[in-house]
Each structure stands twice: as C-alpha cells, then as structure tokens.
C-alpha cells in the first residue's frame, strides 16, 4: 500500500491542525493504520493507531485528550485531529500501514510508510 501524507504547516500553540494520509494499492480496509512523528534529533515515536474498522484506537500518553485518530474506509484515508498544539508536538508526522487486526505502538510492527508531513507550532 501507497501513503502520501498532507495537512501539515505552522500553527500557534493552542491552534488545531488535520492531517490526512491518503492510501492506494490495497485494500486500505484490511489495513491497521498508525500515525508516528519524529522532532530533530529524537527517535520516531508513536502517536496514535487504528484498527481496521476504526472500532478500536490507541495513544500516546503526550496525546491522549487532544488528538483524535479517524479513518473512512470509502475514502482510503486515516485522519489525525490535533487540538490545543503545543510546541512539543512539532515534528514530522508519518503514517503507517499494517496488514493485521493487532494494534501496534511500536514502528518496526508497520511495512508501509509515507513520505511524511511537518508540523511546526509556534509559542
């Protein structure tokens, strides 16, 4: 499956921002999908992740109340709501793809990647 990334930018600390991973290539249905962000010189991290029906859904504790992960299987895309952004959260924010029903926080659980978007709040 194909990832591309959109909705990134600049925004103030408290402002909200969408991010959108379009997916092509497979049955995007029969996908878990995940969202990690990597700032400068830190490690990819986990954001949030959701199963393939979207009934089920995971956070990182840093996100948890202010991020909402969402996908519409009739659009092939996973969306990541992101309110009250603090300038801890800038970074770039990468979506995942993987071919199972188990959620996953951990990076090396997820085949497809894409390209990435930035975010960049501002205090």
């Known amino acids: 499956v194909q990832l591309v990334e959109s909705g990134g930018g600049l925004v103030q600390a408290g402002g909200s921002l969408r991010l959108s991973c379009a997916a092509s290539?497979?049955?995007?249905?029969?996908?878990?999908m995940g969202w990690f962000r990597q700032a400068p010189g830190k490690e990819r991290e986990f954001v949030a992740a959701?199963?393939?029906?979207?009934?089920?859904?995971l956070y990182a504790d840093s996100v948890k109340g202010r991020f909402t992960i969402s996908r519409d299987n009739a659009k092939n895309t996973v969306y990541l709501q992101m309110n009250s952004l603090k300038p801890e959260d800038t970074a770039v924010y990468y979506c995942?793809?993987?071919?199972?029903?188990?959620?996953?926080?951990?990076?090396?659980?997820?085949?497809?990647w894409g390209q990435g978007t930035q975010v960049t709040v501002s205090s």
């Open positions: 995942a793809a993987r071919r199972t029903a188990v959620l996953s926080v951990s990076s090396s659980a997820y085949n497809s």
């Open positions: 959701i199963s393939w029906n979207g009934g089920n859904k």
């Open positions: 290539g497979a049955t995007f249905s029969m996908y878990g």
